[in-house]
């Protein structure tokens, strides 16, 4: 199976989603129209991994600019798994055995979604945590770079290298180092599980998560139920700050600076126009509609300033939450796999998704996906997700 | 029927700063070919991030404190969305929700007293980049250099009532920005948008209004404006066209304003908060920091050298130029009298400028040498020719006045019996001029001073020459 | 969501859709329309914006000039350059 968009160095132990800059070496982001684009410099993240004494081996296939379930919208190629089943070329590179590592940007949980469907661990870290400079923007406001690997230690053992302070990013939090750890005691840690979430899945996901509970609840946690009940109007929320922040993104992508330009124009017009009707696939143009729809005049405070507000009331629900858990849990995804479908349906079917994946990115909370599911923690509670992720883990050993 | 003109601005200045506003490429003055200043995010590449130039704010806010604003405690920055060449992101960062200063005012002197100009606010933005147009080759070369450098457009109200009072605004705005060190002002650094509106005199309803786009030169602002004040006026009472609101462009060669094509003005910039820029909060503590950095004002280096008992005259020629003061401030500052440092600077380094085909304001001198030259000749080291002919070595050939000094030996003591020993040869080689003296003719006496000088080099106190002179020609009575 | 508004979209945003393609767009904006519908019916009289989820104030870099980037790397993958600039069609007839 082809991972890489393009190989680095055969020696190498991690792999980089093609979203984040390696200096000299050319990236897409899964865009025709960022086809010749060879970045000269390189993400934070990926120069922290080399400094570090880490090699890149390549860069994986990613859906374009992160707007995918699991990698399908990529242009260059699209990674599937033995079955014919989709999944992210990262995690499948993981899963095989190829890369001990991954890095990849979560926009919209896709990553997670891919770990969840290659049987991998994800964390997307605390918003800030990691510096965003270096990777191919979309939404701004809640991606962060995330690692995957094949169990909790090494997804703790990247992150510590990649996550601190980097005055090159205006919203990197101030933290020069973050001690994490994925063997604290859970015994008496109190996890709940979010009912909307929980029901809105299919059996195969609800009989992986009441496994998953009965594993947690056996080494002496505490399983509760809560109930969130606007989480789809947060999915709701967050589908409009993405789009929004992608419309405005990636409107740099026009033939003039860098990158694709059509080979048939005779005035600017036409040079932009066609050059990104040819360069971009339905769901970023489709995403660039809706985004540039509801910041237009008319739609900006029902649609955009009502979403930054739904933010607040999401972040607060979750203090709430936070204040007597330790951590949530919840299906990462709908279903436990995803076949292939027709292209045109994804903007619909990842707002559907987003419901399982939107909390962590509006309000900047760590994710961690592992044995299939998802948890939740409360901004810098990373080493309680690892530490349930690595008991959980070491109990199947 | 008698017509009001209403006008308001909204003027567009670069602000003084070593860097951009959101990444460290030079301002596009340090460029000497096109793309000189420019990193990947000025040219729109993705992965850079904008991190505000902390100077950048505290200028802005200073421009605010200079125009009687208020200064909000809480500004956020905003991206505006559109399409066109000199915008590589495709979109720029300005501050639609919250500015970073609000109502203010200025004063303007007019022919018929001062008239008050409103500001609705001061907001930070960046420059977009230069476009170059080619007929011969037929492409449009596009130069990011100014791309991001740092602007604050300040809106005014629609107070001006005629293009005197804009000249007046915009000449005002020139002096205190350049005195404060905001912003050079160079040409093309201070771009205005000028809105206009006629309405019968005495009447209180705003009439269509045209915003001409983009003007950098005063005179072209002064033709613009009479241009469409007169078709305004042509097209109530001729009936020559209906007014719509729209945004025009000035064209100098042909002298008059044309629509610009739909396209550039209708769109929808989809203003929304940049979610990579965190909100600038000026509190107290900032304010007056920034306030105590501040440059005096105009008004305040006047009231300051009118207490020094400086001349009207000199004070306006101290204030015409920010750099002036500088040198005159660190001058007096290390001791030496302000009335006699201001004729240094004012005659005596101007004099030698003119010389060399320059102005005053292009004075260059460190205050330390100018210092030392005048502190030379107060203590009568040197004698004042001599120390303008030092003065003339440091100004044109970058010197340094003591070494100068040292080298020429133009320090050297000069004894009283040498300097006899001339006066008495000068005495013995001008019979006619001794005879006129003697004579009654007293101005003779001058001639032969200034052949004493000549012989003396310029070296000796003038005083023990003129004395010695003086007792020696009376002795041949 | 009008075929007008739409076509209106794909001009501001500098490209166009095929007719099935606008097809589609006008069920996906149906769509979300329903979708932002039941956002709107959450109360958030007396909530305020929250434009950055990890909230700082003053984030600020030094006035410090550097330039580590030449015209010429910058310049390299352009479609079109000059010795010292980007090219695109003439602007101005």
Redesign the interface.
Known sequence: MDYFVTEIDRAGTVAVDDTLLVKGFETKAGSHILDGFVPLFSADAVDRLLKAGYAVKGKTHTGEFGLDIAGETSYHGVCKKADGSLSTAAAEAVASGTVKVALCVDVNGAPRRGAALSGVDFIKPTYGTVSRYGIIPTACSGEQVGVCAGNAEDVKELLSVIAGHDGKDGTSLPAEKYGYSSDKDISGMKIAVVKELYDAAKDEVKSVLDNYLNKIESSGAKIETVSVPDVKAYATAWQIMLSAETCNNISRYDGVKFGYRTPTYKDIDELYVNSRTEGMGFTAKMNVLYGSDVLSKNQYLSCYDKSLRLRRVASEKMKEIFASFDAVIAPAMSSASVEEYDLAQTFERTKKELLFTTVPNLIGIPAMVTGGVQLWGAAFAESTLLSIAGAVERMAD | MKYEVVIGLETHVELSTKSKIFCSCGGHSEADQPNDCVCPACCGMPGMLPVTNRHAVELAVQAGIMLNCKINQYATFDKKSYYYPDLPCAYQITQWFHPICTEGYVDVPTKHGTSRIGIKQIHMEEDAGKLVHDDWADVTYVDFNRTSVPLIEIVSKPDFRSAEEVLNYLDKLKSMFRFGSISECEEGAMRCDVNISIRPEGTEELGVRSEIKNMSSLTAIERAIKYEVARHIDALERHTEVLVQETRRWDDMKNRTFAMRNKETAADYRYFPDPNLMPIVVDDQWLAEIRKNMHATIGQKTAEYTGMGLSEQDIASLVSERTLCDIFDAVVASGRKPADTAAWILTDCAGILRRNGKVIGELDIAPEALSYIIGMVDEGKINRGVGKKVLSAVIEKGVSPEQYIKEQALDAKVDESAILDIVKNVIAENNKAVGDYLGGKTKALQSLFGCCMKQLKGKGDPAVIRELLEKEVEKLR | ?TVE??KA??S??????TDS?EQ??ME??G??EN??E?????D?EN???????????????????????T?E????????H?E?????????K
């Open positions: 969501m508004i739409l979209l794909e501001l945003n500098e490209f166009r859709l393609e589609k767009a996906v904006f769509f979300m979708e932002a039941e956002l709107r019916s959450i958030t909530v305020d914006v929250m434009v950055h989820c990890m909230p700082m104030t003053n984030v600020f870099r030094e006035d410090v000039r550097e330039q580590p980037f015209r790397q910058l310049l390299e993958g352009a479609p079109e000059s010292d600039s980007w090219i695109v069609p003439r602007l101005v």
